[in-house]
């Protein structure tokens, strides 16, 4: 099975998709920069997604973003749903954002000290976060997952953690086991270079699987630090998960004195200000952001109860550190950005204009009888080709359904929509799409789709 798949995914050449509708845009810049990309970079990419591994053809190189658009090096334009898998919740190159980036940058880009900014940001995010007393700012997801889990295993004194298949933290060892994002996108969803004994340490169950859980929690008794989870994972399709599993989580971590991690890397910020704990009302006892508290620039942060939090370093015994936590540009990009978000109203009308947009999208799927599913919460979207009401665990995806996605993709990009490269990674709604923007993308994805089908 895996090596059907991988071979469905593997090479440049792409002779099993042809398109049926227009023709393929022209790609030569981009395919030149690929080339050259190629003899620098592992694949030509600094981020494995990246590399059209899963679609078809050349990865577009792009020059310019401005509000939901985007260009490539072959100067076609494009509506852009992936947003920067995320973080460009007001589109590119907000105004506002740019502007107060380009002012603090007049003063240095990095002092290795504290600023007034990280204070800034800070506050603006325990005012308006009632799960989280302090945080700590580091510079990706990956860090602040990595940091969440030292810090649960430090006030623990406990080494297993528990995860779920197809959730995706970043690519921290622990956590590089049967994961989802561009693991699962080639087939391979744990990496290689893990050691055997760190892998052991993580144990690994299906999402939505209250008896495995139990199970687990009897089998390791008093072993397990953590239990981290995506509360709305979004790195293998969009497995909504309800909120009485998300609450059973909560009382088997308490009952075993574990920690619940609630990674919101994606959703924090997105579903709301206060991510999918304010969605679903239930407290973790740490939380990781990444994406858009960096208004595009490369933060993250993990945060917790005084308690928790006052065993890191220098407070605790657990070390964590970064040249570049608490960037002043980045920090200052953040701040811009999460001030929009608190303006009232800004996530009733993000959220009800994606949901009038993925309405319009499965009005017209289930009209003409396509086994072919939207789901979404807040404005993340995914599409799903398949025929179930509801979709809450990795196994229930038809990896051959993917092969649907990819002649959807290129017939997109033809039409020019953007969306990330996998069929296993969701879309993104900006503040800046509007609905001329939005009603081009519904016509697009109706062609898109009689093509997908008609084959
Ligand atoms: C839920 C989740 N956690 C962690 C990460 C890692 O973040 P980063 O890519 O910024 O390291 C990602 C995305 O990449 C993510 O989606
Ligand atoms: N799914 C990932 C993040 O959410 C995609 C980003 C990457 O790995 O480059």
């Known amino acids: 099975m895996l090596d059907s798949i991988k071979k469905m995914f593997s090479g440049d050449e792409d002779v099993a998709v042809s398109t049926t509708g227009k023709p393929d845009i022209s790609r030569e810049k981009s395919a030149e920069l690929y080339a050259k990309a190629k003899t620098f970079f592992p694949g030509g990419v600094n981020s494995p997604v990246r590399a059209f591994k899963s679609v078809y053809g050349t990865p577009l190189f792009i020059k310019k973003g401005d509000g939901c658009r985007l260009w ?5 334009e494009f509506i852009d749903f992936c947003c920067s898998w995320g973080p460009l919740i007001l ?3 907000h105004p506002k954002v740019k502007d107060k980036v380009i002012e603090v940058m007049q003063n240095g880009m990095s002092f290795g000290a504290p600023t007034a900014l990280e204070n800034e940001l800070a506050e603006l995010i325990l005012k ?8 700590r700012f580091v510079s990706s997801g990956t860090e602040a997952v990595m940091s969440a889990i030292r810090l649960a295993r430090g006030y623990t004194k406990r080494d297993k953690i528990l995860k779920f298949e197809g959730c995706y933290h970043g690519h921290s060892d622990s956590l590089l086991v049967k994961a989802g994002s561009g693991l699962v996108t080639f087939g391979e969803t744990s990496s290689a270079g893990v050691p055997k004994s760190f892998a052991d340490e993580t144990i690994v169950i299906g999402l939505n699987d209250v008896d495995a859980l139990n199970k687990a929690f009897a089998d390791f008794k008093g072993q397990i630090a953590a239990i981290i989870i995506e509360p709305i994972p979004a790195n293998n399709g969009l497995l909504l998960q309800s909120k009485e599993y998300l609450q059973t989580l909560r009382d088997v971590c308490t009952a075993n004195g574990a920690l619940l991690i609630f990674d919101e890397v994606i959703s924090g910020f997105r579903v709301g200000f206060e991510g999918a704990a304010g969605h679903y009302q239930i407290k973790p006892d740490i939380i990781t952001y990444g994406k858009i508290i960096g208004g595009g620039l490369p933060v993250g942060m993990y945060g917790a109860s005084a308690e928790i939090m006052g065993h890191v370093s220098p407070d605790g015994g657990v070390y964590q550190a970064g040249t ?11 701040i811009a950005q999460l001030t929009e978000l608190l303006k009232s109203s800004f996530y009733k009308d993000l959220n009800n204009k ?4 993925v309405d319009a999208i499965q009005r017209f799927a289930t009209a003409r009888s396509y086994k072919f599913k939207v789901f979404s919460i807040g404005s993340i979207f995914w599409f799903a080709f398949t025929d179930k009401a509801s979709i809450s665990n990795a196994d229930e995806i038809d990896p051959a359904s993917m092969e649907k996605f990819k002649v959807m993709h290129r017939e997109l990009i033809n039409r020019g929509i953007y969306f990330g490269p996998s069929g296993y990674e969701v879309g993104f709604i900006s503040s800046a799409h509007n609905k001329i923007d939005l009603e081009k993308t519904k016509r697009a994805i109706f062609d898109s789709l009689d093509l997908v089908f008609k084959k």
């Open 72 to 76: 490539d090096a072959d100067d076609n």
């Open 91 to 93: 589109g590119h190159n």
């Open 128 to 135: 308006n976060n009632k799960f989280i007393e302090k945080l």
């Open 354 to 357: 994606t949901q009038e947009f």
């Open 324 to 334: 570049l936590s608490g960037n002043p540009v980045a920090m200052a990009a953040g």
